[in-house]
């Protein structure tokens, strides 16, 4: 991704680490990387997980695209160039929360498998969960509760995702949910279900 410019800097060491963190929270910190279509389920599923595991007590938080573009990237659109800077801030920041100790859950479009790779890329072994939010571009645009695909399809929105740019299905994510055909209850147990199996959280 983009090269280091600022020079004559040193990384700080810290007193509390990442693992004293993690034992004062009593769970692993990780990132839950949702990845799909606009309309596939992605910010519904994020927030119906964290409320899971919420209140099971463990600290959590969601990126949510459209959320960190009032805030964080609110100065990016949505070209090519802009999609790779949004990606790269936010697989950072989720890092930052990973080094926190909080369990991190994203719900970005993030069409590129280059820049999830990159977002990859910043964890450690298994802290990193891909999920895949399979949904065929008509159910989503059949969705269209934001009225983007409409937009989309009349020119009034350019470059979107699945209609006018493209989107690169992962090819191996950790998780692979299909909601066209099912539920959301399903969804998240499946989900829920991996944490376990991996020892991500306890029963």
């Not at 800097?9 to 279509?37: M, P, Y």
């Not at 991190?104 to 969960?129: K, M």
Request: aromatic content about 8%.
């Amino acid at each position: 991704m983009d090269q280091q410019k600022a020079t004559n800097i040193v990384k700080q060491a810290t007193l509390v680490s990442r693992q004293d963190r993690e034992r004062l929270h009593n769970c692993r910190s990780f990132t839950l990387w949702f990845t799909g279509l606009s309309a596939s389920g992605k910010s519904t599923l994020a927030c119906r997980v964290e409320k899971v595991l919420h209140d099971k007590g463990y600290p959590t938080y969601i990126l949510d695209g459209d959320n960190v573009r009032h805030g964080l990237n609110k100065n990016l659109g949505f070209s090519p160039e802009d999609r790779q800077e949004n990606i790269r801030r936010l697989a950072e920041v989720a890092k930052l929360f990973r080094d926190a100790g909080v369990i991190n859950l994203t719900a970005f479009i993030s069409p590129y498998r280059q820049e999830r790779d990159f977002a990859r890329s910043l964890s450690e072994d298994d802290d990193f969960i891909e999920v895949f939010v399979d949904c065929p571009v008509e159910v989503c645009e059949g969705r269209d509760p934001k009225g983007m695909y409409t937009k989309a399809r009349q020119g009034i929105i350019k470059e979107f995702t699945g209609i006018s740019a493209p989107y690169e299905s992962p090819e191996s994510p950790e998780i692979h949910l299909h909601t066209d055909s099912q539920d959301i209850e399903q969804c998240v147990e499946q989900i829920v279900r991996y944490l376990i199996e991996q020892k991500l959280i306890p029963r």
